[in-house]
T-cell receptor, first 117, second 112 residues
Framework: NAGVTQTPKFQVLKTGQSMTLQCAQD?????MYWYRQDPGMGLRLIYY???????DKGEVPNGYNVSRLNKREFSLRLESAAPSQTSVYFC????????????????FGQGTRLTVV | QKEVEQDPGPLSVPEGAIVSLNCTYS??????FMWYRQYSRKGPELLMY????GNKEDGRFTAQVDKSSKYISLFIRDSQPSDSATYLC????????????FGTGTRLTIIP
């Protein structure tokens, strides 16, 4: 009963390095999300994918790229990491009630703690 | 103005007390209102959701929405140390868009 799985759980990068955060869900959900969580800022949406092959920018997309590889997987890439990207990153997935589209429960992974030095 | 405003706390109360957590929102088109609970170093999990105005009760938890004042509340009765967590209010966007907008979260500690 895995739900949403994120890898890695922890990562330390040097400024300018690149990396990809991986996310996979086994609930057959269409929608997937990447959030970052910072003290005093709450959860802020980075990118969103409503279905395989589609992605949309969220509130804070600068410095990030995403790939919806298939229905299960949604990756987040930092091309050139900056200290301002030090954060906890959460991947989530959801599937709206087909008869009640606003009724959405998002399922979150355990998070990736990223430090950029 | 942020779409969802929430007092970050922290909030500490003795075990057994009634806890009141609150959010305000700015977009009157929101219809669904949710509370997520996040334990330390874990991802958020849905605790309760309500639709439009009114109350919804689930055990010791009551979610309340007042659309006239754009105010959302979560009440916890007979609080327990296991309720210690960060509580985030959230709204789902209308018209079938599943994106959620979260408040900043309130860190709650229940003191035994």
């Amino acid at each position: 009963n895995a739900g949403v799985t994120q890898t890695p759980k922890f990562q330390v990068l040097k400024t300018g390095q690149s990396m990809t955060l991986q996310c996979a869900q086994d609930m057959n959900h269409n929608s997937m999300y990447w959030y970052r969580q910072d003290p005093g800022m709450g959860l802020r949406l980075i990118y969103y994918s409503a279905s395989e092959g589609t992605t949309d920018k969220g509130e804070v997309p600068n410095g990030y790229n995403v790939s919806r590889l298939n229905k299960r997987e949604f990756s987040l890439r930092l091309e050139s990491a900056a200290p301002s990207q030090t954060s906890v990153y959460f991947c989530a997935s959801s599937e709206a009630d087909s008869e009640d589209l606003g009724n959405t429960e998002a399922f979150f992974g355990q998070g990736t703690r990223l430090t950029v030095v | 103005q942020k779409e969802v405003e929430q007092d970050p706390g922290p909030l500490s109360v003795p075990e057994g007390a009634i806890v009141s957590l609150n959010c305000t929102y700015s977009n009157s088109a929101f219809q669904y209102f949710m509370w997520y609970r996040q334990y330390s170093r874990k991802g958020p999990e849905l605790l309760m959701y309500t639709y439009s105005s009114g109350n919804k009760e689930d055990g010791r938890f009551t979610a309340q929405v007042d659309k006239s004042s754009k105010y959302i509340s979560l009440f916890i009765r007979d609080s327990q140390p296991s309720d210690s967590a960060t509580y985030l209010c959230a709204q789902s966007h209308p018209f079938g868009n599943e994106k959620l907008t979260f408040g900043t979260g309130t860190r709650l500690t229940i003191i035994p």
